[in-house]
Protein backbone atom coordinates (compact mmCIF):
# COMPACT_ATOMS: atom_id res chain seq x y z
CA UNK A 1 0.00 0.00 0.00
CA UNK A 2 1.29 3.32 -1.27
CA UNK A 3 1.32 6.84 0.67
CA UNK A 4 -0.71 8.56 -1.26
CA UNK A 5 -3.71 5.77 -1.18
CA UNK A 6 -6.19 6.99 1.52
CA UNK A 7 -6.02 4.52 4.66
CA UNK A 8 -7.25 0.98 4.25
CA UNK A 9 -9.78 0.29 7.30
CA UNK A 10 -9.13 -2.63 9.23
CA UNK A 11 -10.72 -5.67 8.31
CA UNK A 12 -12.88 -8.25 10.37
CA UNK A 13 -10.28 -10.96 11.74
CA UNK A 14 -13.19 -13.16 10.33
CA UNK A 15 -16.85 -14.88 10.97
CA UNK A 16 -15.73 -17.13 13.35
CA UNK A 17 -13.92 -15.32 16.08
CA UNK A 18 -14.00 -12.04 15.80
CA UNK A 19 -13.02 -9.90 18.63
CA UNK A 20 -15.10 -6.97 18.62
CA UNK A 21 -13.36 -3.59 20.32
CA UNK A 22 -17.12 -2.37 21.43
CA UNK A 23 -16.88 0.05 24.81
CA UNK A 24 -18.57 -1.09 27.99
CA UNK A 25 -21.76 -0.70 28.37
CA UNK A 26 -23.25 1.77 31.69
CA UNK A 27 -26.25 0.30 31.40
CA UNK A 28 -25.58 -3.46 31.42
CA UNK A 29 -27.24 -5.65 33.72
CA UNK A 30 -25.01 -8.31 35.57
CA UNK A 31 -26.17 -11.69 36.57
CA UNK A 32 -25.75 -15.14 37.84
CA UNK A 33 -24.20 -17.88 35.36
CA UNK A 34 -26.27 -20.51 34.62
CA UNK A 35 -24.34 -23.94 34.33
CA UNK A 36 -25.56 -26.82 32.11
CA UNK A 37 -26.65 -30.42 33.58
CA UNK A 38 -23.81 -31.81 33.95
CA UNK A 39 -25.18 -34.55 36.58
CA UNK A 40 -24.68 -37.47 33.76
CA UNK A 41 -20.57 -36.81 33.95
CA UNK A 42 -20.58 -35.58 37.48
CA UNK A 43 -18.39 -38.03 40.16
CA UNK A 44 -20.49 -39.80 43.18
CA UNK A 45 -19.36 -41.72 45.75
CA UNK A 46 -20.20 -45.37 45.45
CA UNK A 47 -20.66 -45.44 41.43
CA UNK A 48 -17.05 -46.51 41.08
CA UNK A 49 -15.96 -44.07 38.41
CA UNK A 50 -14.05 -41.83 40.73
CA UNK A 51 -12.14 -45.36 41.22
CA UNK A 52 -12.13 -46.33 37.75
CA UNK A 53 -10.58 -42.42 36.57
CA UNK A 54 -8.02 -42.47 39.37
CA UNK A 55 -6.91 -45.80 38.75
CA UNK A 56 -6.38 -45.16 34.84
CA UNK A 57 -4.69 -41.49 35.87
CA UNK A 58 -2.28 -43.18 38.05
CA UNK A 59 -1.19 -46.34 35.65
CA UNK A 60 -0.95 -43.78 32.62
CA UNK A 61 1.26 -42.15 34.36
CA UNK A 62 3.19 -44.70 36.32
CA UNK A 63 3.81 -46.24 32.06
CA UNK A 64 5.31 -42.91 31.17
CA UNK A 65 7.15 -42.69 34.44
CA UNK A 66 9.04 -45.54 33.94
CA UNK A 67 9.15 -44.76 30.02
CA UNK A 68 11.38 -41.55 31.52
CA UNK A 69 13.52 -43.54 33.57
CA UNK A 70 14.50 -46.25 30.74
CA UNK A 71 14.84 -43.27 27.98
CA UNK A 72 15.86 -40.01 30.29
CA UNK A 73 17.76 -38.38 27.35
CA UNK A 74 14.98 -38.08 24.93
CA UNK A 75 11.89 -38.04 27.67
CA UNK A 76 12.98 -35.47 30.19
CA UNK A 77 14.18 -32.16 30.74
CA UNK A 78 17.75 -31.04 31.71
CA UNK A 79 16.58 -28.25 33.53
CA UNK A 80 14.15 -29.94 35.63
CA UNK A 81 16.31 -33.27 35.95
CA UNK A 82 18.52 -30.66 38.37
CA UNK A 83 16.12 -30.11 40.68
CA UNK A 84 14.57 -33.35 41.80
CA UNK A 85 16.17 -36.72 42.89
CA UNK A 86 14.96 -39.24 40.57
CA UNK A 87 16.01 -42.16 43.24
CA UNK A 88 13.31 -40.61 45.54
CA UNK A 89 10.48 -40.18 43.05
CA UNK A 90 10.71 -44.00 42.79
CA UNK A 91 8.80 -44.19 46.34
CA UNK A 92 6.34 -42.11 44.56
CA UNK A 93 6.28 -44.21 40.99
CA UNK A 94 5.74 -47.04 43.78
CA UNK A 95 2.75 -45.21 45.92
CA UNK A 96 1.42 -44.16 42.24
CA UNK A 97 1.30 -48.11 41.13
CA UNK A 98 -0.03 -49.46 44.39
CA UNK A 99 -2.96 -46.80 44.78
CA UNK A 100 -3.45 -47.71 40.81
CA UNK A 101 -4.08 -51.28 41.53
CA UNK A 102 -5.82 -50.79 44.79
CA UNK A 103 -8.52 -48.50 42.51
CA UNK A 104 -9.09 -50.56 39.72
CA UNK A 105 -9.65 -53.54 42.31
CA UNK A 106 -12.33 -51.31 44.19
CA UNK A 107 -14.51 -51.04 41.05
CA UNK A 108 -14.72 -54.89 40.58
CA UNK A 109 -15.48 -54.68 44.72
CA UNK A 110 -18.45 -52.46 43.89
CA UNK A 111 -19.27 -54.51 40.82
CA UNK A 112 -19.22 -51.14 38.57
CA UNK A 113 -16.79 -50.04 35.82
CA UNK A 114 -14.99 -52.49 35.91
CA UNK A 115 -13.70 -52.11 32.39
CA UNK A 116 -12.35 -48.80 33.52
CA UNK A 117 -10.64 -50.11 36.32
CA UNK A 118 -9.51 -53.69 34.55
CA UNK A 119 -7.67 -50.85 32.21
CA UNK A 120 -6.28 -49.01 35.16
CA UNK A 121 -4.55 -52.37 36.46
CA UNK A 122 -3.46 -53.08 32.94
CA UNK A 123 -1.30 -50.35 32.61
CA UNK A 124 0.46 -51.05 35.75
CA UNK A 125 1.35 -54.29 34.81
CA UNK A 126 2.88 -52.56 31.68
CA UNK A 127 4.60 -50.39 33.88
CA UNK A 128 5.87 -53.54 36.11
CA UNK A 129 7.06 -55.07 32.80
CA UNK A 130 8.85 -52.05 31.43
CA UNK A 131 10.55 -52.00 34.75
CA UNK A 132 8.70 -50.86 37.46
CA UNK A 133 10.05 -48.89 40.29
CA UNK A 134 13.34 -50.53 39.75
CA UNK A 135 13.80 -49.64 36.54
CA UNK A 136 16.94 -49.33 35.56
CA UNK A 137 18.14 -45.58 34.93
CA UNK A 138 19.22 -45.33 31.46
CA UNK A 139 22.02 -43.29 29.76
CA UNK A 140 21.77 -39.58 30.11
CA UNK A 141 23.84 -38.15 27.23
CA UNK A 142 23.30 -34.25 26.26
CA UNK A 143 20.96 -32.82 24.49
CA UNK A 144 19.38 -29.67 24.19
CA UNK A 145 16.39 -30.86 22.86
CA UNK A 146 14.03 -33.91 24.73
CA UNK A 147 10.53 -34.18 25.21
CA UNK A 148 9.52 -33.31 28.93
CA UNK A 149 7.86 -36.43 29.80
CA UNK A 150 8.95 -35.83 33.16
CA UNK A 151 7.32 -32.53 33.87
CA UNK A 152 4.34 -33.38 32.51
CA UNK A 153 3.65 -36.20 34.87
CA UNK A 154 4.66 -34.22 38.00
CA UNK A 155 3.03 -31.02 37.24
CA UNK A 156 0.25 -32.94 36.34
CA UNK A 157 0.22 -34.95 39.41
CA UNK A 158 0.64 -31.93 41.90
CA UNK A 159 -1.87 -29.91 39.81
CA UNK A 160 -4.87 -32.06 39.55
CA UNK A 161 -4.30 -33.27 43.25
CA UNK A 162 -4.18 -29.72 44.33
CA UNK A 163 -6.77 -27.50 42.01
CA UNK A 164 -9.20 -30.63 41.56
CA UNK A 165 -9.36 -30.44 45.84
CA UNK A 166 -9.57 -26.63 46.00
CA UNK A 167 -12.64 -26.65 43.18
CA UNK A 168 -14.24 -28.93 44.89
CA UNK A 169 -13.95 -27.56 48.39
CA UNK A 170 -14.29 -24.02 47.54
CA UNK A 171 -15.77 -23.68 44.23
CA UNK A 172 -17.16 -20.28 41.82
CA UNK A 173 -19.65 -22.69 40.04
CA UNK A 174 -20.49 -25.80 42.45
CA UNK A 175 -22.53 -27.38 39.55
CA UNK A 176 -19.82 -27.66 37.17
CA UNK A 177 -18.44 -30.95 36.69
CA UNK A 178 -14.86 -32.50 36.82
CA UNK A 179 -14.72 -33.88 33.54
CA UNK A 180 -16.82 -30.75 31.95
CA UNK A 181 -16.81 -30.51 28.37
CA UNK A 182 -14.16 -30.60 26.32
CA UNK A 183 -11.44 -31.34 29.60
CA UNK A 184 -10.00 -33.94 26.90
CA UNK A 185 -9.13 -30.88 24.26
CA UNK A 186 -7.73 -28.73 27.67
CA UNK A 187 -5.91 -32.26 28.48
CA UNK A 188 -4.06 -32.28 25.18
CA UNK A 189 -2.90 -28.66 25.10
CA UNK A 190 -1.73 -29.46 28.73
CA UNK A 191 0.14 -32.02 27.04
CA UNK A 192 1.59 -30.50 24.15
CA UNK A 193 2.94 -27.23 26.22
CA UNK A 194 4.64 -29.74 28.57
CA UNK A 195 5.98 -32.09 26.11
CA UNK A 196 7.84 -29.62 24.28
CA UNK A 197 8.63 -27.70 27.23
CA UNK A 198 13.07 -27.99 26.07
CA UNK A 199 12.19 -26.62 22.58
CA UNK A 200 10.85 -23.46 23.95
CA UNK A 201 13.51 -22.95 26.58
CA UNK A 202 15.80 -23.12 23.38
CA UNK A 203 13.82 -20.96 21.41
CA UNK A 204 13.16 -18.48 23.83
CA UNK A 205 16.62 -18.51 26.12
CA UNK A 206 18.63 -17.80 22.56
CA UNK A 207 16.31 -14.68 21.46
CA UNK A 208 16.96 -12.44 24.39
CA UNK A 209 20.83 -12.79 23.93
CA UNK A 210 20.96 -12.90 20.71
CA UNK A 211 18.29 -9.42 19.97
CA UNK A 212 19.25 -7.58 23.13
CA UNK A 213 23.29 -8.71 24.01
CA UNK A 214 23.72 -5.28 23.26
CA UNK A 215 22.06 -3.80 26.13
CA UNK A 216 22.78 -5.99 29.27
CA UNK A 217 25.00 -3.52 31.75
CA UNK A 218 26.56 -5.93 34.15
CA UNK A 219 27.21 -2.98 36.61
CA UNK A 220 22.70 -2.80 36.52
CA UNK A 221 22.53 -6.36 36.85
CA UNK A 222 25.07 -6.21 39.76
CA UNK A 223 23.17 -3.44 41.46
CA UNK A 224 19.65 -5.67 41.36
CA UNK A 225 21.40 -8.94 42.48
CA UNK A 226 22.43 -7.36 45.50
CA UNK A 227 18.40 -6.42 46.65
CA UNK A 228 17.01 -8.39 48.91
CA UNK A 229 15.67 -11.57 46.98
CA UNK A 230 11.37 -10.32 47.17
CA UNK A 231 12.73 -7.54 46.23
CA UNK A 232 14.43 -9.02 43.09
CA UNK A 233 11.19 -11.14 42.80
CA UNK A 234 8.69 -7.96 42.30
CA UNK A 235 11.18 -6.71 39.84
CA UNK A 236 11.11 -9.37 37.66
CA UNK A 237 6.99 -9.58 37.99
CA UNK A 238 6.91 -5.95 37.26
CA UNK A 239 8.98 -5.70 33.86
CA UNK A 240 7.75 -9.73 33.12
CA UNK A 241 3.90 -7.85 33.30
CA UNK A 242 4.58 -4.92 31.43
CA UNK A 243 5.55 -7.09 28.88
CA UNK A 244 2.96 -9.69 28.57
CA UNK A 245 0.71 -7.09 29.21
CA UNK A 246 1.45 -5.30 26.08
CA UNK A 247 2.16 -8.41 24.12
CA UNK A 248 -1.27 -9.86 25.25
CA UNK A 249 -3.13 -6.43 23.68
CA UNK A 250 -1.62 -6.59 20.96
CA UNK A 251 -3.43 -10.31 20.20
CA UNK A 252 -6.63 -8.97 20.68
CA UNK A 253 -6.22 -5.94 18.93
CA UNK A 254 -4.31 -6.96 15.74
CA UNK A 255 -6.87 -8.73 13.46
CA UNK A 256 -3.50 -11.12 12.21
CA UNK A 257 -2.42 -12.01 16.35
CA UNK A 258 -6.23 -11.86 17.20
CA UNK A 259 -7.21 -15.71 15.41
CA UNK A 260 -4.15 -17.26 17.52
CA UNK A 261 -5.27 -16.09 20.53
CA UNK A 262 -8.67 -16.34 20.25
CA UNK A 263 -8.08 -20.22 20.52
CA UNK A 264 -7.62 -19.62 24.15
CA UNK A 265 -10.26 -17.56 24.64
CA UNK A 266 -12.61 -20.41 22.96
CA UNK A 267 -12.91 -22.35 26.49
CA UNK A 268 -16.68 -21.92 27.43
CA UNK A 269 -16.06 -23.78 30.94
CA UNK A 270 -13.32 -21.88 33.31
CA UNK A 271 -11.26 -24.06 35.21
CA UNK A 272 -7.39 -24.70 36.54
CA UNK A 273 -6.90 -27.12 33.10
CA UNK A 274 -8.41 -24.38 30.86
CA UNK A 275 -5.43 -22.21 30.79
CA UNK A 276 -3.56 -24.88 29.23
CA UNK A 277 -5.18 -24.38 26.08
CA UNK A 278 -2.92 -22.30 23.96
CA UNK A 279 -2.18 -21.76 20.26
CA UNK A 280 1.44 -22.87 20.22
CA UNK A 281 2.15 -19.87 18.11
CA UNK A 282 0.77 -17.88 20.99
CA UNK A 283 2.65 -19.92 23.36
CA UNK A 284 6.15 -19.27 21.44
CA UNK A 285 5.53 -15.14 21.28
CA UNK A 286 4.86 -14.74 24.77
CA UNK A 287 7.83 -17.13 26.13
CA UNK A 288 10.39 -15.51 23.89
CA UNK A 289 9.24 -12.18 24.78
CA UNK A 290 8.78 -12.58 28.64
CA UNK A 291 12.47 -13.63 28.83
CA UNK A 292 13.44 -10.21 27.11
CA UNK A 293 13.30 -8.23 30.57
CA UNK A 294 14.40 -11.48 32.90
CA UNK A 295 17.43 -11.65 30.71
CA UNK A 296 18.32 -7.70 30.91
CA UNK A 297 17.39 -7.92 34.71
CA UNK A 298 19.73 -10.20 35.51
CA UNK A 299 18.70 -11.10 38.99
CA UNK A 300 19.90 -14.46 41.19
CA UNK A 301 19.17 -17.64 40.11
CA UNK A 302 16.93 -18.03 43.18
CA UNK A 303 14.79 -15.30 42.17
CA UNK A 304 14.32 -15.87 39.03
CA UNK A 305 13.37 -19.75 40.01
CA UNK A 306 11.02 -18.51 42.66
CA UNK A 307 9.10 -15.81 40.44
CA UNK A 308 9.05 -18.75 37.60
CA UNK A 309 7.30 -20.79 40.30
CA UNK A 310 4.95 -18.56 41.35
CA UNK A 311 4.02 -17.01 37.64
CA UNK A 312 3.22 -20.24 36.96
CA UNK A 313 1.08 -20.98 39.96
CA UNK A 314 -0.60 -18.16 39.41
CA UNK A 315 -1.49 -18.31 35.82
CA UNK A 316 -3.08 -21.76 37.10
CA UNK A 317 -4.92 -20.42 39.89
CA UNK A 318 -6.01 -17.51 37.85
CA UNK A 319 -8.21 -19.72 35.57
CA UNK A 320 -9.65 -22.05 38.16
CA UNK A 321 -13.29 -22.83 38.84
CA UNK A 322 -12.44 -21.58 42.65
CA UNK A 323 -14.40 -18.78 44.81
CA UNK A 324 -11.97 -17.92 47.32
CA UNK A 325 -12.68 -14.40 48.45
CA UNK A 326 -9.94 -11.85 48.35
CA UNK A 327 -10.83 -8.66 49.72
CA UNK A 328 -8.64 -5.76 49.00
CA UNK A 329 -5.92 -8.35 47.33
CA UNK A 330 -7.98 -8.45 44.24
CA UNK A 331 -7.33 -5.19 43.63
CA UNK A 332 -3.28 -5.49 43.78
CA UNK A 333 -3.23 -8.76 42.75
CA UNK A 334 -4.73 -10.57 39.66
CA UNK A 335 -6.87 -13.26 40.50
CA UNK A 336 -9.65 -15.17 39.18
CA UNK A 337 -12.18 -12.51 39.31
CA UNK A 338 -10.25 -10.50 37.50
CA UNK A 339 -9.16 -13.06 34.62
CA UNK A 340 -11.87 -14.63 34.17
CA UNK A 341 -13.62 -11.11 32.94
CA UNK A 342 -10.79 -11.60 30.73
CA UNK A 343 -12.07 -14.71 29.53
CA UNK A 344 -16.03 -13.64 29.14
CA UNK A 345 -17.87 -13.01 26.28
CA UNK A 346 -20.14 -10.26 28.22
CA UNK A 347 -20.36 -7.12 26.15
CA UNK A 348 -18.25 -5.13 29.38
CA UNK A 349 -16.24 -7.15 29.67
CA UNK A 350 -14.43 -7.37 26.12
CA UNK A 351 -10.90 -6.74 25.57
CA UNK A 352 -10.06 -5.80 29.57
CA UNK A 353 -8.10 -7.18 31.84
CA UNK A 354 -5.08 -8.18 29.76
CA UNK A 355 -2.32 -8.19 33.31
CA UNK A 356 -0.85 -11.07 34.16
CA UNK A 357 0.29 -10.04 37.77
CA UNK A 358 -0.60 -7.29 38.75
CA UNK A 359 -4.36 -5.06 37.80
CA UNK A 360 -1.68 -1.92 37.86
CA UNK A 361 -1.24 -1.68 34.02
CA UNK A 362 -4.95 -2.02 33.20
CA UNK A 363 -5.61 0.68 35.58
CA UNK A 364 -2.95 2.72 33.98
CA UNK A 365 -3.87 2.39 30.13
CA UNK A 366 -7.60 1.97 30.74
CA UNK A 367 -7.98 -1.84 30.05
CA UNK A 368 -9.39 -2.34 33.83
CA UNK A 369 -12.78 -3.74 34.10
CA UNK A 370 -13.70 -5.58 37.65
CA UNK A 371 -17.40 -4.98 39.05
CA UNK A 372 -16.49 -5.93 42.85
CA UNK A 373 -19.59 -8.18 43.50
CA UNK A 374 -20.39 -9.58 40.19
CA UNK A 375 -18.42 -12.70 37.78
CA UNK A 376 -19.32 -13.29 34.39
CA UNK A 377 -22.71 -14.57 32.79
CA UNK A 378 -20.75 -16.22 29.26
CA UNK A 379 -17.28 -17.67 28.36
CA UNK A 380 -15.62 -17.79 25.04
CA UNK A 381 -15.38 -15.91 21.94
CA UNK A 382 -18.38 -14.01 20.51
CA UNK A 383 -18.58 -16.53 17.98
CA UNK A 384 -17.61 -19.98 18.80
CA UNK A 385 -14.19 -21.48 16.95
CA UNK A 386 -14.00 -25.13 16.09
CA UNK A 387 -14.26 -27.24 19.02
CA UNK A 388 -10.78 -30.10 18.29
CA UNK A 389 -7.60 -29.62 18.15
CA UNK A 390 -6.21 -29.79 15.05
CA UNK A 391 -9.26 -27.46 13.88
CA UNK A 392 -7.99 -24.94 15.89
CA UNK A 393 -4.01 -25.47 15.42
CA UNK A 394 -4.98 -24.79 11.49
CA UNK A 395 -8.02 -22.02 12.15
CA UNK A 396 -5.48 -19.08 12.74
CA UNK A 397 -3.62 -19.49 9.57
CA UNK A 398 -6.53 -20.27 7.56
CA UNK A 399 -7.97 -16.81 9.09
CA UNK A 400 -4.98 -15.10 7.58
CA UNK A 401 -6.57 -16.03 4.05
CA UNK A 402 -9.76 -14.43 5.15
CA UNK A 403 -7.68 -11.54 6.63
CA UNK A 404 -5.95 -10.90 3.57
CA UNK A 405 -8.92 -11.14 1.51
CA UNK A 406 -10.54 -8.19 2.81
CA UNK A 407 -7.80 -6.25 2.91
CA UNK A 408 -7.66 -6.61 -0.83
CA UNK A 409 -11.22 -6.39 -1.49
CA UNK A 410 -11.06 -2.94 0.68
CA UNK A 411 -7.87 -1.83 -1.37
CA UNK A 412 -9.97 -2.22 -4.19
CA UNK A 413 -12.62 -0.21 -3.21
CA UNK A 414 -10.73 2.47 -1.72
CA UNK A 415 -10.39 4.96 -4.79
CA UNK A 416 -14.04 4.61 -6.23
CA UNK A 417 -15.06 5.30 -2.75
CA UNK A 418 -12.22 8.45 -2.72
CA UNK A 419 -13.03 9.64 -5.86
Known sequence: MTDDLPPVPAPDPGPEDAAPG???????????????????????VGEGRISGYVSIFLGALSVLSVLAYRYPTYLTTAELRASYDGEQLRLFLLAGMVFAVSFGLLTFALKRCKRMGALGVLLVVLAYVLGGWNVELGEIRHTQLSLGVD???????????????????????????????????????????????????????????????????????????????????????LCADFVLYWTHRAFHEFPRLWPFHAVHHSAEHMDWLAGSRTHLV???????????????????????????????????????????????????????????WHHSSDQPAIDTNYAVHFPLFD??????????????????????????????LLHPFRQQAVITAAQAEAEAQSPSQSG
Open 282 to 340: QTLVDRTLVMVPLYLLGTSEQALNLYVVLAAAQAVFTHANVGIPTGPLKYVFVTPQFHH
Open 151 to 237: WFVLDLLASTILFVFIEKVIPRYPEQAVLRPEWQLDLGYFALNHLLIAFLIVIANGFAPAAFGWAVNEGFQGWIRGLPLLGQVLILA
Open 363 to 392: RLFGTYHMPDQHWPIEYGTTKRLPRTFWSQ
Open 22 to 44: AQPDPGYEYGERQIEDMSEVSFR
